[in-house]
């Protein structure tokens, strides 16, 4: 016998036992009814096969999401299991539920002062909507049926979560260390599993596997931050304030008193558990600011913020990804912050245009993505940036570079070489290019070009232009392609692309063969000859049908050096080559090394070890500075101190 129990937004638990399997859809004829647009008549059913169950998807326009991840086929079914159909949750529960883990629920409902109810949603806990008086105590403040389901599952000791393993009917199983096939193997799997529930066991943690969460973060925090923001919007409303109007100070201060009225005047926000200035900061933040992004984003030693839905957030530091203990307290909450992301430079993001590109005011970079997209919700990435303004003998003291290689690229940037920063993602190419760019004498004249803007140039003659997305109607883009055509028209005398990614790599070459020497742009590509040929393709993607060969002979005479950024395993980024353009033999573009990182393994503290060395090989570019009688030192491609 299999005990579930279904769960859909703002409605009551509902519970079912099943034998021999079931149906799951929106037509009435289906054992457990889901409702939803996107749900089909039959969408998926529930099969016994050996004493074990399966679930099997059988069509529709949602998918069957079992763990957060969609299934044509997966089990067997166990308790650790959650399946989401629509916004119907599913749950394997045992078949009865004892006292002892009632007491939780019990406790957290007295205190937030909510009438008891039994489990399984009989006589299920009523949720009223916030009533408009908001410095009055709300009698009807209570934990929704789902929040006691929830207290229940966090009190239960689970298994860890197994990863997903969806197959086609049919297909054999791939193994896999969390996914049990034999019943003997399901017995080992059980006892590890309750082994594993002693503090002194180490078991390895899975992406979905909850964390130890702060009380601010618990399910009772959460209902208190969704409760005192409605509150605060209310009251709002109540006075009629126009906030749209409101100078962001002015708005702060008024959020901050309406939160301090209603606090003053409500005892259900006064728990042990949450101090009020916790839950004050965490409301105001989720309020007007990005919500539990602000703490993140306020921590210089985050490079990185991931949200991949509303309680997952992940980070980067050192170069390491950990997960992050705080959440936000759903959906509309992270949409929310995505919109006091884009409104203030002009952006939208919405479902006929559900992805976005923008930036904070500190400079970072934002990727938003939203359902229909992103299928566990609202997504975002932040690519932080230093509040200090990097320099060069901050690379060398990070050990990304050599003196010797930083001069090199201070004299190439200085005199006019075309560069090209290569990399992979998140090795530091933008960083590269806002050191050099800086190397740039204040006498030219300077157009960056950009996606969003991120460069950080300090020059006095400078113009930053930056793409524009379409608008509602879809007109009105303006990509990077023709923001590069125009600065052509804006005498310029460098030109610095923030990234090429399409068709503007030809529009970027043949600025740099009519005059505009000493331009930079970055490019994704894991080596210098992968640069090469990354170049092809995106010239290619101009739509002109143009030969190889001609492309070829673009690229050979407009760059001339290319910088090759890595990042390894350990978090350590470092460039591993500095390589010069040399010319072209029997069609095919010749590079030739000046500076190359050599491994030499990995240190105590797991991080890359190795030097960098000069190949002795003097650049033609060098070499014609010579004969220009301009000094330079080429000491440096020896290694003579």
Known sequence: MLNLQAHARNAPVRTFQIDLGCTIGKDASCDIVVKGMLVGKTQARIVRESNAYYIEDQGGIAATLVNGSPVTRYGPLSEVDQIEIGNTTIKIVRAAVTAQAMQPVMAAQAALGAPQASYGGHAALHHSPPTMAPFAPDPALSIPANTVHDLLSSHNATTPEPQLHATQPG????????????????????????????????VRKSATEPMPVAPINSTVGIELRKQAHMKVIAALDLRRLNVARMEDGELRKTVSSALDDIFAHDPTFHT????????????????????????????????????????EIFIEQAGQLTRSPVIFTDDRAVIGAIERIVAPIGRRIDESSPMVDARLADGSRVNAVIPPLALKGPSITIRKFSRQKLGGEDLIKFGSMSPDMLEFLHT?????????????????????????????????????????????????????????????????AVPIRDLVKNCLRMRPD???????????????????NTGHDGSLTTAHANTPRDCI???????????????????????CS??????????????????????????????VITLQDVFVFREEGFGENGK?????????????????LIRRRIPVNTDIFTGVE
């Open 171 to 202: 297909t054999p199983a791939h193994p896999d260390p969390f996914v049990v096939h034999s019943p003997a193997a399901r017995e080992g799997a059980h006892a590890a599993a309750m082994s594993a529930r002693t503090p002194s066991a180490r």
């Open 272 to 311: 042990k558990d949450i101090p009020l200035e916790i839950l004050k900061k965490s409301v105001f933040d989720e309020v007007i600011g990005l919500g539990p992004l602000e703490e993140l984003i306020a921590d210089p030693s985050i490079s990185e913020i991931m949200v991949n839905c509303h309680n």
């Open 412 to 476: 190439a940037v200085e005199q006019g070489a075309n560069i090209i920063i290569s990399g992979g993602t998140g090795s530091g190419k933008t960083t590269l290019l806002n050191v050099l760019s800086n190397y740039i004498p204040d006498n030219e004249r300077i157009v960056t070009v950009e996606d969003a803007a991120e460069l950080q140039l300090s020059q006095p003659n400078l113009v930053s232009l930056e793409a524009r997305p379409a608008n509602m109607e879809g007109k009105g």
């Open 494 to 512: 460098r030109i610095v692309i923030g990234e090429c990614r399409g068709g503007e790599a030809l529009d970027m070459l043949q600025a740099m």
């Open 533 to 555: 040929a990354r170049l092809e393709v995106m010239t290619l993607m101009a739509g002109l049908d143009l030969p190889a060969q001609a492309i070829r002979e673009q690229i």
């Open 558 to 587: 407009a760059i001339d050096i290319i910088v090759q950024q890595s990042r390894f395993s350990c978090g350590s980024r470092r460039v591993t080559h500095i390589t010069e353009v040399s010319g072209m033999e029997s069609g």
């Open 608 to 624: 890359i070890q190795g030097k960098f060395v000069p190949t002795a090989y003097i650049p033609d570019f060098y070499q014609e």
